[in-house]
């Protein structure tokens, strides 16, 4: 005796939600499955082995009735093991999907038992998860049969697991026939759903209530006033009129799908005129139905296949109908699709922006937004599926690519985005609405309509009260509390309901109350704006199809990226990346990492080319900055002068030789009208639109990474900063060309002052950016990528090209310390460069004060370094040169008071201008030296004066101490520092520690060289008077031959060497010197009427001694007067002077 069916016990909602969902999982899986056996690089190895063909071709022919022992398996024994491990994946999957047919097919037979009257707009959820499975089911039956190697993976299985186990699987024999009966799966399917069509077609027919209204042209719905809360604005506060709430934001795409599986399950039924219309308006829309992902149909022409198979059903006429069906949909679907998109753009910006200026409205007109997002998103998997997948050729019909090359489709996405990230901005006050809504309106109307039920059975009597109670309990302390809500159980009883209250014999028929039916559906939505906005978000306005699209999704962002009205929106490409996540499903964890990793290196790849773009638009703005401020510099100045000049000249001359007037800086700016877009003006207009999408928004969450837009701005903004500073120095080592230390300065601060402007358009710490990148540029080489550095190249050419060319090309570069510059006095015609190089343009006051700001002091230390390393090698050769003479020097050392024996002497000592000229280039460097630390001094003085008069302070009031070896150590420990700071120190710091580490401690010797290398000097000194080039410049103060450095060449090389061996002793060695130099000259005077040659330049040399005394700080002019007459000095001023004013 059979029991009558209780609804109640079925568990019909319970079971379609764990359908739903396991049908999600199954399609996922067997997508993944087909997508692995197509690409050669995933599918397992041994399905390409070509001596595994001819089993493959026995498994093909056999299947599924298989003999293992055939001679021709053999062959898969020796892989059973690879076999069975590699394919149990795919084995498994097909399993698992014919338990999941299995389990449809019990599920459809229990509805068609308890005659569930299905209709979307009453019992929505029962409707839209039956027509889902149904959907899901037949979509994944579809794919199984589009699986290429499906039987040889199955069959291959199961002879390697047979090999292993000695029997078959228990599930293949099932298996194999499953995929036999499915190979054409709609002709199965078709003869499976005849009994099920009572519940599915009045499902379908339901849809015409809704799907008619959602399919509409964009000229249709902007005379509607589809999504304008201005199209009636006394009405703008009120809750949209409507009793199918949740329809409203129903996915079209779903619903085609709905109809055309549906119908095509039930062919039967499409003479009836509303599932006619419905059909027809379907195939209309579109070409291209989406399965699973990227996984598509040409719809129309699988449907002819389909209707061409079926005997003994007359179909031509279908046929036909659903050919001229294909056809239209190719005319016209593309250009309704186009114009909706046109129509959406304005609609959802127009929604924004309300919505931004009054977040309130979120409340009542909240369904707007996932109406908008929900036809958005439809209309972007339209675009994506119909240009990836072209129709055939075959049907003669030209697509314009306009209507698939969206180039404003950027701000579509963009103005999705921007609804999405407002309502969750502003959900406590969706929140606070719709928990008023629930408790003050929806709680007393269903207690009205529970009321007025005439009868309720106890279980529909108990959800319903739960309802009422639950609702009715909320409160707006909850939302000011934070309190995190859970109205899910709401939900879910409201889902069981319609699955009791839609069977044909149910206590309590649903048809019969359409009100609580429809006000149930209004309390879920609501109950959704409270606890599950994110969701509803996703539901609606997800975009991860995009990952399965990558070319396309690159393209429209590269075309974004190519058209400056869109760049403000191209934000939105990565911020879509953190949309791929939704594709996965948990019964596929294998791809999560696959589909995460592809997430973020599109994110990070979107990122890097977006600062690529704002870095190159700021490099335009900088040279053309660069360009105004070098029009600026004062050289230019001198077309200015000489115009006026002119200003006497007569009118005809000037006729005669008038060319074009060059444009004055300045006039750049004057405008003659707005219109005139000048190329400034356009890139002020792209760094506006490209830094609006790096500020706007702080994070981007991307799989499990937080991708932060200005972080990667900024990293961009320095590298290309760093770059930018050494490229504009336009340094060439091989022509030894170099921008002036000045003209580099003047550069660089129009380009901090563009930067700084950044910080008008994005919200970035400059400061930041110029702390991180300058401080590099004053070490050798840069944290960046280890590139040299503004230092390392000025370095180098102060050191190898202009002071080379000083040292080596006596008389054509002279040290002036009246100009305090290096100055050329002639070019130098031997030149290999053959370039003629005015020093004073590189190597004077103004010039190294401009080095020294853009090195600052670590980069003015580094030059000092290099310098100090040059002076010891010099060093170096010159006890070298002592050593070689050591015993004549000795004896010249104790016989500088008999004029005959040092004669004799003087005679037997070699190399003697060899020494003159090392000491000479030591000479030069050090003044180079001292010039850079005056610059160095100037330059911190204005720029930290209070910290700069501590040092100072410091230096002249070191703390005295009473041991003398501990006093000495912290006079240099302050020297050092001074030294640093560009203060002048009797003896060079730098100098000390460069000669000390050159020290050789075996030697005992280095105090007495040190004391012969003096004597060398001063007995050498006289020699200068017989060289043309000696001679000294008033005008210079200095020698042609640059021999006045030798007074600072003799201090600080004295000062240092007897710091070093013989600590206290500097004084008194350069006393000796002086003795030793003063009495050589008074030789020279007195060998005046012997030889005129010798005494050519006699005075320049006396004054020699004089700049020796006045360079030391050891030496005093009492000294001096006790040793050479102070009438020699005055004579030899008198005469040079006198002479350099004949020459003038």
């Given at each position: 005796m059979s029991r009558a069916m209780v609804p109640s016990q079925q568990k019909l909602a319970e079971k379609l939600t764990i359908l739903n969902d396991r049908g999600r999982g199954m399609l996922t899986r067997i997508y993944n499955i087909k997508k692995m056996l197509t690409n050669t690089d995933s599918k397992p190895p041994f399905l390409s082995d070509k001596s595994l063909e001819s089993a493959f071709k026995y498994l093909l022919k056999k299947f599924p009735n298989i003999d293992n022992h055939a001679g021709a398996l053999q062959v898969i024994n020796n892989i059973k093991q690879d076999v069975v491990k590699s394919l149990s994946l795919y084995y498994f999957t097909f399993v698992d999907i014919m338990d999941?047919?299995?389990?449809?097919?019990?599920?459809?037979?229990?509805?068609?038992?308890?005659?569930?009257?299905?209709?979307?707009?009453?019992?929505?959820?029962?409707?839209?998860?039956?027509?889902?499975?149904?959907?899901?089911?037949?979509?994944?039956?579809?794919?199984?049969?589009?699986?290429?190697?499906?039987?040889?993976?199955?069959?291959?299985?199961?002879?390697?697991?047979e090999y292993l186990h000695a029997s078959s699987d228990p599930s293949f024999p099932r298996l194999g026939q499953m995929v036999i009966d499915y190979d054409i799966p709609l002709r199965k399917l078709s003869e499976e759903f005849v009994p099920h069509s009572r519940v599915l077609v009045p499902a379908i027919m339901s849809l015409h209530k809704i799907y008619p209204k959602r399919n509409l042209p964009a000229d249709q719905m902007r005379a509607t006033g589809f999504l304008s809360l201005l199209a009636e604005p006394p009405k703008i506060m009120n809750v949209p009129n409507t009793d199918m709430v949740q329809c409203e934001y129903l996915s079209v795409d779903a619903?085609?799908?709905?109809?055309?599986?549906?119908?095509?399950?039930?062919?039967?039924?499409?003479?009836?005129?509303?599932?006619?219309?419905?059909?027809?308006?379907?195939?209309?829309?579109?070409?291209?139905?989406?399965?699973?992902?990227?996984?598509?149909?040409?719809?129309?022409?699988?449907?002819?296949?389909?209707?061409?198979?079926?005997?003994?059903?007359?179909?031509?006429?279908?046929?036909?109908?659903?050919?001229?069906?294909?056809?239209?949909?190719?005319?016209?679907?593309?250009?309704?699709?186009?114009?909706?998109?046109?129509?959406l753009r304005s609609a959802l910006k127009e929604l924004a922006l309300i919505y931004t200026d009054q977040p309130g409205l979120l409340g009542p007109k909240g369904l707007y937004v996932f109406q908008g997002l929900a036809v958005a998103r439809d209309e972007i998997h339209w675009l994506l599926r119909h240009f990836d997948n072209p129709p055939s050729k075959r049907h003669n019909v030209k697509l314009s690519q306009e209507d698939f090359v969206d180039r404003q489709l950027p701000e579509l996405l963009f103005n999705m985005e921007e609804l999405k990230s407002l309502v969750r901005k502003y959900n406590q006050v969706v929140q606070r609405y719709y928990v008023q809504?629930?408790?003050?309106f929806d709680s007393v109307l269903l207690n009205q309509l529970i009321q007025n039920l005439a009868h309720c059975p106890e279980d529909e009597s108990v959800i319903l009260s739960s309802l009422y109670n639950t609702i009715a309990a909320l409160s707006v302390k909850q939302v000011e509390a934070n309190e995190v809500f859970d109205l899910r159980g709401i939900r879910l009883d409201w889902f069981r309901l319609q699955a009791y209250t839609g069977v044909s014999r149910a206590g309590l028929v649903l048809r019969d109350h359409q009100d609580l039916g429809k006000h149930l559906n209004m309390i879920i939505y609501h109950t959704k704006m409270v606890d599950y906005l994110d969701e509803l978000l996703n539901e609606t306005g997800d975009l991860s199809i995009y990952c399965f699209y990558t070319q396309i999704f690159e393209h429209q962002f590269k075309q974004c990226m190519e058209f400056p009205a869109q760049h403000r929106y191209s934000i939105v490409f990565p911020i879509i990346c953190g949309h791929f996540m939704n594709a996965t499903h948990e019964l596929c964890p294998e791809e999560r990492h696959s589909i995460g990793t592809t997430s973020v290196q599109y994110a990070h790849w979107f990122l890097k080319e977006m600062s690529d773009e704002v870095n190159q638009v700021i490099t335009a703005i900088c040279e053309e900055q660069c360009m105004l401020n070098y029009k600026l510099l004062p050289k230019h100045s001198a077309a200015s002068i000489l115009q006026s000049s002119n200003k006497h000249k007569k009118k005809q001359d000037k006729k005669k030789n008038q060319g074009p007037e060059e444009e004055k800086p300045g006039m750049e700016s004057a405008r003659k009208n707005?219109?005139?877009?000048?190329?400034?003006?356009?890139?002020?207009?792209?760094?506006?639109?490209?830094?609006?999408?790096?500020?706007?928004?702080?994070?981007?969450?991307?799989?499990?990474?937080?991708?932060?837009?200005?972080?990667f701005f900024i990293q961009h903004l320095e590298t290309r900063f760093n770059k930018a500073l050494v490229g504009m120095m336009m340094y060439n080592p091989d022509t030894s060309e170099i921008a002036k230390p000045s003209e580099l300065l003047s550069s660089v601060k129009a380009i901090m002052s563009v930067l700084q402007g950044l910080e008008n358009y994005v919200q970035i710490d400059i400061a930041r950016v110029f702390n991180s990148v300058l401080p590099q540029q004053t070490q050798a080489t840069d944290s960046f990528n280890?590139?040299?550095?503004?230092?390392?190249?000025?370095?180098?050419?102060?050191?190898?090209?202009?002071?080379?060319?000083?040292?080596?090309?006596?008389?054509?570069?002279?040290?002036?310390?009246?100009?305090?510059?290096?100055?050329?006095?002639?070019?130098?015609?031997?030149?290999?460069?053959?370039?003629?190089?005015?020093?004073?343009?590189?190597?004077?006051?103004?010039?190294?004060?401009?080095?020294a700001e853009l090195i600052g002091p670590y980069g003015m230390r580094y030059l000092g370094e290099r310098l100090m390393g040059h002076v010891a090698s010099q060093v170096e050769e010159l006890k070298k040169l002592v050593i070689q003479n050591k015993e004549v020097l000795f004896n010249m050392r104790t016989s500088f008071d008999k004029p005959e024996v040092m004669r004799d002497l003087f005679r037997r000592l070699g190399n003697v201008d060899s020494v003159l000229m090392r000491m000479t280039i030591i000479g030069i460097l050090l003044s180079y030296r001292s010039l850079a630390q005056e610059a160095l001094l100037d330059v911190l003085e204005d720029r930290i004066p209070f910290l700069m008069a501590s040092v100072q302070d410091l230096q002249h009031f070191v703390p005295n101490m009473k041991d003398t070896k501990y006093s000495n150590m912290k006079q240099q420990v302050v020297n050092e520092m001074a030294s640093a700071a560009g203060l002048s120190c009797d003896i060079d710091p730098l100098l000390i520690s460069a000669l000390r580490s050159q020290k050789n401690v075996a030697n005992e010797s280095d105090y007495e060289l040190a004391c012969l290398l003096m004597v060398?000097?001063?007995?050498?000194?006289?020699?200068?008077?017989?060289?043309?080039?000696?001679?000294?410049?008033?005008s210079l103060e200095g020698n042609l031959n640059n021999s006045h450095c030798l007074a600072k060449a003799v201090n600080q090389i004295a000062g240092a060497l007897f710091t070093i061996h013989g600590p206290g002793d500097v004084s008194d060695r350069l006393q000796e010197f002086l003795a030793l130099a003063s009495s050589s000259l008074l030789r020279l005077g007195q060998s005046q009427e012997q030889d005129k040659e010798t005494v050519r330049n006699r005075e320049s040399v006396y004054i020699l001694l004089d700049l020796i005394v006045q360079e030391s700080p050891y030496l005093t002019m009492d000294l001096l007067e006790s040793c050479f007459p102070y009438a020699l000095l005055r004579n030899a001023y008198h005469t040079v002077y006198k002479a350099s004013a004949v020459d003038n």
């Amino acid at each position: 005796m059979s029991r009558a069916m209780v609804p109640s016990q079925q568990k019909l909602a319970e079971k379609l939600t764990i359908l739903n969902d396991r049908g999600r999982g199954m399609l996922t899986r067997i997508y993944n499955i087909k997508k692995m056996l197509t690409n050669t690089d995933s599918k397992p190895p041994f399905l390409s082995d070509k001596s595994l063909e001819s089993a493959f071709k026995y498994l093909l022919k056999k299947f599924p009735n298989i003999d293992n022992h055939a001679g021709a398996l053999q062959v898969i024994n020796n892989i059973k093991q690879d076999v069975v491990k590699s394919l149990s994946l795919y084995y498994f999957t097909f399993v698992d999907i014919m338990d999941f047919k299995d389990h449809v097919v019990d599920l459809l037979t229990t509805i068609d038992a308890c005659q569930v009257h299905m209709d979307i707009t009453l019992n929505y959820d029962l409707t839209l998860n039956y027509l889902n499975l149904i959907s899901t089911y037949v979509s994944i039956m579809i794919l199984v049969s589009r699986v290429e190697d499906r039987r040889v993976v199955l069959s291959l299985y199961n002879v390697a697991y047979e090999y292993l186990h000695a029997s078959s699987d228990p599930s293949f024999p099932r298996l194999g026939q499953m995929v036999i009966d499915y190979d054409i799966p709609l002709r199965k399917l078709s003869e499976e759903f005849v009994p099920h069509s009572r519940v599915l077609v009045p499902a379908i027919m339901s849809l015409h209530k809704i799907y008619p209204k959602r399919n509409l042209p964009a000229d249709q719905m902007r005379a509607t006033g589809f999504l304008s809360l201005l199209a009636e604005p006394p009405k703008i506060m009120n809750v949209p009129n409507t009793d199918m709430v949740q329809c409203e934001y129903l996915s079209v795409d779903a619903m085609e799908r709905w109809i055309i599986f549906s119908m095509l399950l039930c062919h039967q039924y499409l003479q009836e005129a509303q599932l006619w219309d419905l059909w027809k308006t379907a195939l209309q829309s579109g070409y291209i139905v989406q399965l699973c992902r990227d996984e598509v149909l040409h719809i129309h022409s699988y449907i002819t296949s389909f209707f061409e198979g079926l005997k003994g059903h007359n179909m031509s006429k279908r046929i036909t109908e659903v050919r001229d069906l294909q056809h239209q949909a190719l005319q016209s679907a593309p250009g309704i699709h186009r114009e909706r998109r046109k129509f959406l753009r304005s609609a959802l910006k127009e929604l924004a922006l309300i919505y931004t200026d009054q977040p309130g409205l979120l409340g009542p007109k909240g369904l707007y937004v996932f109406q908008g997002l929900a036809v958005a998103r439809d209309e972007i998997h339209w675009l994506l599926r119909h240009f990836d997948n072209p129709p055939s050729k075959r049907h003669n019909v030209k697509l314009s690519q306009e209507d698939f090359v969206d180039r404003q489709l950027p701000e579509l996405l963009f103005n999705m985005e921007e609804l999405k990230s407002l309502v969750r901005k502003y959900n406590q006050v969706v929140q606070r609405y719709y928990v008023q809504y629930l408790a003050g309106f929806d709680s007393v109307l269903l207690n009205q309509l529970i009321q007025n039920l005439a009868h309720c059975p106890e279980d529909e009597s108990v959800i319903l009260s739960s309802l009422y109670n639950t609702i009715a309990a909320l409160s707006v302390k909850q939302v000011e509390a934070n309190e995190v809500f859970d109205l899910r159980g709401i939900r879910l009883d409201w889902f069981r309901l319609q699955a009791y209250t839609g069977v044909s014999r149910a206590g309590l028929v649903l048809r019969d109350h359409q009100d609580l039916g429809k006000h149930l559906n209004m309390i879920i939505y609501h109950t959704k704006m409270v606890d599950y906005l994110d969701e509803l978000l996703n539901e609606t306005g997800d975009l991860s199809i995009y990952c399965f699209y990558t070319q396309i999704f690159e393209h429209q962002f590269k075309q974004c990226m190519e058209f400056p009205a869109q760049h403000r929106y191209s934000i939105v490409f990565p911020i879509i990346c953190g949309h791929f996540m939704n594709a996965t499903h948990e019964l596929c964890p294998e791809e999560r990492h696959s589909i995460g990793t592809t997430s973020v290196q599109y994110a990070h790849w979107f990122l890097k080319e977006m600062s690529d773009e704002v870095n190159q638009v700021i490099t335009a703005i900088c040279e053309e900055q660069c360009m105004l401020n070098y029009k600026l510099l004062p050289k230019h100045s001198a077309a200015s002068i000489l115009q006026s000049s002119n200003k006497h000249k007569k009118k005809q001359d000037k006729k005669k030789n008038q060319g074009p007037e060059e444009e004055k800086p300045g006039m750049e700016s004057a405008r003659k009208n707005r219109e005139n877009f000048t190329r400034m003006d356009k890139l002020h207009m792209a760094l506006t639109e490209l830094c609006y999408a790096i500020n706007y928004c702080n994070v981007i969450q991307v799989w499990e990474h937080g991708f932060v837009p200005r972080e990667f701005f900024i990293q961009h903004l320095e590298t290309r900063f760093n770059k930018a500073l050494v490229g504009m120095m336009m340094y060439n080592p091989d022509t030894s060309e170099i921008a002036k230390p000045s003209e580099l300065l003047s550069s660089v601060k129009a380009i901090m002052s563009v930067l700084q402007g950044l910080e008008n358009y994005v919200q970035i710490d400059i400061a930041r950016v110029f702390n991180s990148v300058l401080p590099q540029q004053t070490q050798a080489t840069d944290s960046f990528n280890g590139e040299k550095t503004i230092t390392a190249n000025y370095t180098n050419w102060y050191l190898e090209v202009l002071l080379r060319r000083v040292t080596v090309n006596m008389g054509h570069i002279v040290y002036s310390p009246n100009h305090k510059a290096f100055v050329t006095v002639a070019q130098d015609n031997n030149s290999k460069e053959n370039l003629y190089l005015a020093a004073e343009e590189y190597a004077d006051l103004t010039e190294l004060r401009a080095l020294a700001e853009l090195i600052g002091p670590y980069g003015m230390r580094y030059l000092g370094e290099r310098l100090m390393g040059h002076v010891a090698s010099q060093v170096e050769e010159l006890k070298k040169l002592v050593i070689q003479n050591k015993e004549v020097l000795f004896n010249m050392r104790t016989s500088f008071d008999k004029p005959e024996v040092m004669r004799d002497l003087f005679r037997r000592l070699g190399n003697v201008d060899s020494v003159l000229m090392r000491m000479t280039i030591i000479g030069i460097l050090l003044s180079y030296r001292s010039l850079a630390q005056e610059a160095l001094l100037d330059v911190l003085e204005d720029r930290i004066p209070f910290l700069m008069a501590s040092v100072q302070d410091l230096q002249h009031f070191v703390p005295n101490m009473k041991d003398t070896k501990y006093s000495n150590m912290k006079q240099q420990v302050v020297n050092e520092m001074a030294s640093a700071a560009g203060l002048s120190c009797d003896i060079d710091p730098l100098l000390i520690s460069a000669l000390r580490s050159q020290k050789n401690v075996a030697n005992e010797s280095d105090y007495e060289l040190a004391c012969l290398l003096m004597v060398f000097v001063a007995v050498s000194i006289p020699t200068l008077a017989k060289k043309d080039f000696s001679v000294f410049k008033a005008s210079l103060e200095g020698n042609l031959n640059n021999s006045h450095c030798l007074a600072k060449a003799v201090n600080q090389i004295a000062g240092a060497l007897f710091t070093i061996h013989g600590p206290g002793d500097v004084s008194d060695r350069l006393q000796e010197f002086l003795a030793l130099a003063s009495s050589s000259l008074l030789r020279l005077g007195q060998s005046q009427e012997q030889d005129k040659e010798t005494v050519r330049n006699r005075e320049s040399v006396y004054i020699l001694l004089d700049l020796i005394v006045q360079e030391s700080p050891y030496l005093t002019m009492d000294l001096l007067e006790s040793c050479f007459p102070y009438a020699l000095l005055r004579n030899a001023y008198h005469t040079v002077y006198k002479a350099s004013a004949v020459d003038n």
